[in-house]
C-alpha cells in the first residue's frame, strides 16, 4: 500500500544510565496515535496513563506540521500569561505529574478560525524534574525524585508523539474510489482528511485476510492499495461524521 502521507508517529527514548535492573519507574501510555477535531469540535480530552511504579513528570512539546515541505515539524511559541491564544492549537496543562497507576487528562483545543486543515504533534515526554521547570518543585524533592529515580535503576524513559488534524469550519469532502486491475485509489479531492478504517486485504472473497490497517488521507492526496488477483479489498470511508462501506 502506497501511503497517503508521510505524517508518522515517533517514540522517543531518552537514556538516562546504563543499568541491568529490572525497569522500574514511570511509564507512560497516551493510546491513539491520532486525534481529529471535527469542524463541529473545539477541544477534547486525551488520558495520559503512567503504568509505572513511581510518579510520571511529563513535558508536552506542540509542533506544527507543514505536509507541503517534507513534513517539517516548527515548535509553537509557548505563550506569555498576557498573550491572547488566536488561531493556534493549544494544549494544558504543559506539564504533567501522574501518580503510578493512574492517568492525567490532556485538553486539546483550538481557538479561533479554521479556514484551511491543519496538523500538529504532541509529544508527551517523561522527564527529570529539575528546579524551576514548571512541575513546581524544590531542591529537596528533585534530589529525592533524582534519587529514587537512580536506585530503582531506571535505563529509559519512553515519550510517545501523537499526530492532530484540525478540520477546517467547512469541510468539502469528495472522495473518489477509483479501481484499477491490480489496486484501488483513493483520491481525496476535497479540503479535508478522510480515514480509510479496517482496511482488509484478502486471498479470496473476503477470506484469508492480512491484518487490518487504517490510512489518513489528506486533502489532494492519493492512497494506493494493491489488490490480489482474485481477491478482494475491503474497508470503511471516515468522511467527518458520516461513514460508509466499501467493497472491492
Known sequence: M?????IVM?????????STSLYAGPLISIGSMYEVLNSD??????????NGDTSAYVRVDVM???????????????LKDDELVKDRLLVTPMRMIIPPNNFQASRILWSGQRDTEQYYRVRYT???????????????????????TVQAGVNVLAGYGTVVIVQPDNPHFNTQIIQKANSIDIVNRGNASV??????????????????????IL??????IKKQEGGSV?????EGSQRRSVNH
Do not use: H, W
Open 126 to 148: 517523561p522527564v527529570l524534574p529539575a528546579i524551576n521547570d514548571g512541575f513546581g518543585l524544590d531542591a529537596k524533592a528533585v534530589k529525592d525524585y533524582r534519587n529514587k
Open 41 to 50: 469540535q473545539r477541544s477534547l480530552a486525551k488520558r495520559i496513563y503512567n
Open 234 to 238: 475491503s474497508f470503511s470511508l471516515q
Open 64 to 78: 506544527r506540521i507543514d505536509p507541503t515541505a517534507k513534513d517539517i515539524e516548527m515548535p509553537v511559541k509557548t
Open 195 to 216: 480515514i480509510a478504517e479496517d482496511i482488509k486485504i484478502c486471498k479470496t472473497k473476503l477470506s484469508q485476510c492480512d491484518a487490518s490497517a487504517r490510512a489518513f
Open 10 to 18: 515517533t517514540v522517543s527514548a531518552i537514556t538516562l544510565m546504563a
Open 2 to 6: 502506497k501511503a497517503a502521507t508521510k
Open 219 to 224: 486533502p489532494g492526496r492519493t492512497y494506493t
